[in-house]
């Protein structure tokens, strides 16, 4: 077996396990995504993780977050249950596609083209302000298109690597019009299946720290209920400028991989 990182288990590996995740568990909760986009460049960057191992180990620690985010927003009936259902359809299909593709694409390009998606979603968050009454209704319209945005999410995740969360909460709020809260509570429930299938692909390549992946899933459980909670105290516009300052922190480690990308070549 390939030893996927040296990093001790020492006091600080368990602090530092346990600070990511009460970070990412914040932003999971606040913005209604994984926090895999936080977890994975903390690992590789203070843990010493390769990037593919860090990524196991963060979609396995987004199972117990992603839960306690979505019964936080339930209580308060913000999760539309079938339509994350069919996202996660989609999605789980799409992911296969994606890594299919993975090896016949150009992954600079591909990442230029998200930071493009990115900063046009960024523009739009200031233009669109959410209602806090709009629901997800299910119909002939909405459902095929809930399964076309999951297909799309799982290529993406495939090919880049990025949670659903980034491209789902967006979506809903700019296509389908739907609440803010609805959207950050339906994303993490379609998280679910999506990171346990995946979880257990990466089981199978023992591509997991099962030891840093429950630190940080713990961690991440005790803040994700304060995220949610904050998110539904803030006003909806305050909550799009606060989604986009976080959509440039992932735009911008999007350009820097794709510029680091076209250097190696």
Wanted: charge should be positive; include cysteine; charged fraction near 10%.
């Amino acid at each position: 077996m390939i030893e996927r990182t040296r990093t001790p288990r020492s006091f600080r590996f368990s602090a530092v396990c346990v600070g990511v995740g009460l970070l990412a568990g914040l932003m999971s909760g606040l913005f209604g995504v994984g926090g895999g986009t936080v977890i994975v460049p903390l690992l590789v960057l203070l843990l010493g993780f390769d990037q593919r191992f860090a990524a196991g180990t963060s979609l396995a620690a987004i199972v117990p977050t992603a839960s306690v985010g979505v019964i936080t927003y339930a209580i308060d009936g913000h999760v539309a249950w079938i339509p994350a259902l069919i996202l996660a359809a989609g999605a789980v299909g799409g992911a296969q596609i994606g890594t299919w593709l993975l090896p016949k694409l150009s992954q600079t390009a591909l990442r230029w083209a998200f930071v493009a998606f990115l900063v046009a979603v960024i523009v739009s968050l200031y233009f669109v302000i959410p209602s806090r009454d709009a629901e997800l209704a299910l119909t002939w319209v909405t459902g095929p298109s809930l399964l076309a945005l999951g297909v799309v999410t799982g290529i993406l995740a495939g090919l880049l690597g990025v949670g659903g969360g980034i491209i789902v909460v967006p979506a809903l709020l700019l296509l389908f019009g739907t609440s803010d809260l609805v959207a950050r509570g339906t994303s993490l429930l379609m998280m679910i299946p999506t990171a346990i299938s995946g979880t257990v692909g990466n089981l199978r390549r023992s591509n997991v720290d099962l030891l840093a992946a429950a630190c940080v899933g713990i961690a991440a459980c005790t803040t994700t209920a304060l995220g949610a909670s904050l998110a539904k105290l803030v006003d909806p516009f305050v909550g799009n400028v606060l989604f986009s300052i976080f959509l440039v922190f992932i735009a911008t480690q999007m350009a820097v991989k794709a510029v680091r990308g076209r250097h190696q070549r």
